[in-house]
């Protein structure tokens, strides 16, 4: 099956505590993305990466940070920096990143992960 | 800059059809697409619309661009219970960014 996973599915972390989100995707996808979405809101790009070895900061990546080792995986780390992490964190992917007039930069979302702090 | 708007709530009666507004503000936008999302669920893909194309037809999913007015809909025909959910309209303008609406909630009752 191919896809995209998250997990875990749930995460509670105390306030003070830095954590990791997993995002893997099968898809041979070059391009990854990683979303904050909060009730009553629109996604929020927090960070994007176009290959391998490579990303870029987003609208709101104050507090985060990733990496992207391989092709299939582009884990986030919700710092102690983050003033407000709890909410629902999304992961995406596409085949490239795309210019202005490519359908392959169509974006795919994982099931997400929801975070709370305690 | 980009700046999507939906209505928050649509409430429809199950076999109706259900139309979700949606504006947008950057008129360079290339695609624009709608996702449907479950609750606790990540966003599913429903359907993309090339910005040089007026409407598109896709089984029950009919999608209207009026380029002019920058104002797409998605119509739902024969509303089900499983159509319950957050649609989420998006723009690509002419780099990789999306810009999302913040959804509209779709309640279907029986």
């Known amino acids: 099956d191919g896809g995209i996973t998250q997990s875990p599915k749930y995460l509670f972390r105390k306030e003070g505590q830095n954590v990791t989100l997993s995002c893997e995707q099968n898809?041979?996808?070059?391009?990854m993305y990683w979303y904050r979405q909060d009730p009553g809101q629109g996604l929020r790009l927090i960070y994007y990466s176009q290959i391998v070895n490579d990303f870029q900061k987003g609208d709101i990546a104050e507090g985060y940070s990733v990496s992207r080792e391989k092709k299939e995986s582009f884990p986030l780390t919700v710092t102690s920096a983050q003033k407000n992490p709890t909410a629902f964190y999304l992961c995406?992917?596409?085949?490239?990143?795309?210019?202005?007039?490519?359908?392959?930069?169509?974006?795919?979302f994982g099931p997400g992960t929801r975070l709370t702090v305690l | 800059g980009e700046d999507v708007e939906q209505s928050l709530f649509l409430s429809v009666r199950e076999g109706d059809s259900s139309v979700i507004n949606c504006t947008y503000t950057?008129?360079?936008?290339?695609?624009l697409y709608w996702y449907k999302q479950e609750p606790g669920a990540g966003l599913q893909l429903l359907t993309y619309i090339f910005s040089n194309m007026d409407m598109k037809q896709d089984q029950r999913l009919t999608v209207l661009l009026n380029k002019k007015d920058k104002h797409l809909s998605l119509r739902i025909a024969d509303t089900q219970t499983g159509d319950s959910a957050i649609y989420f309209c998006?723009?690509?303008?002419?780099?990789?960014?999306?810009?999302f609406g913040a959804g509209t909630t779709v309640t279907v009752r029986a």
């Open positions: 998006a723009e690509k303008s002419g780099d990789y960014k999306l810009s």
């Open positions: 898809l041979n996808h070059d391009a």
């Open positions: 950057d008129s360079s936008s290339t695609y």
């Open positions: 995406a992917s596409s085949l490239t990143l795309g210019g202005s007039w490519i359908s392959t930069d169509t974006q795919y």
